[in-house]
């Protein structure tokens, strides 16, 4: 299975909608334009800042569909599966498949307190019924499930679970996950923005940065510089990075991002309710930042 592609910055990008809370398609596009010139890798759409979990279940197949159709094959398109049944899984994982996604990421079971060997289970028949590459998504902060490195070394044992988005912001873990599959094809990449150059010096792949939705070719400058070799200048772009990245926690997750998207004068619509805009004073003062960082 060629997995060559997954590397390098992939934007969970954002799920522009209309006042009925509706995909905004056209908008969406130009999204997509947004972060492809800015020299992404990849995209991931359906992802925690697409707002999966608010979208209509018709809405969750046309944002990939749309995302394809745009991309033309400029990145891979990668399609975020959040489902809390393995059915539904399999269901999402399938459609995906014949929208044309080049792989998909799969996030743990919300809600449920599944035990490791259920959610082995609920991973590997998702990845079995599909034979695009899987991405594990690991975001125990959200949805109160954790993937264990031990857990990890057993899914690795599936053909095409082939990487994963840790985002954990815990880089001991990060660590070990990258450590216990050094010797296999395995892409571990950083959730979490302030962590991208760590996890690419301990052996990481690359991304997935909701940052990206905003500064694209800042994000990638971070990449790019640390596969030639420049780490100073790697760190400085990650510095540069920081605080736009610190400021989501202006407003309820994931609502600074599209915010942020709005700010820079693409049209990403509000968030889906119950989440609501940053207060004028955040909007303000993540103004503020993109103007320091020279973006409006």
Known sequence: MDTTF???VVPPIVTPVDENERLDEQSFRRIVDHVIDGGVHGILALGSNGEFFGLDPEDLGR????????SAGRVPV???IASITTREGIKQARLYEELG????????????????NELYHHFKKI???????????????KVGNNISAGLLERLTEIPNIVGM????GDQTLTAEFIRRTRHQDFKVLAGRDIMILSTLVYGGAGCVASTANVVPRLVVEIYDKFMAGDIPGALEAQYKLAPLRTAWNLGSFPVATKDAVNLIGLQ????ILPNTCCSEENLEKLKKILQDMGEI
């Open 6 to 8: 997954i590397r390098g």
């Open 63 to 70: 944002v990939v569909a749309v995302a394809v159709e745009q």
């Open 78 to 80: 990668y399609a975020g």
């Open 101 to 116: 996604a080049q792989a998909i990421s799969i996030l743990p079971p919300m809600f449920l307190t599944p035990t490791e």
């Open 127 to 141: 990845a079995e019924s599909t034979r695009l590459p899987v991405l594990l998504y690991n975001n125990p902060d």
């Open 165 to 168: 988005k840790d985002s954990s």
């Open 268 to 271: 990403a619509g509000k968030p």
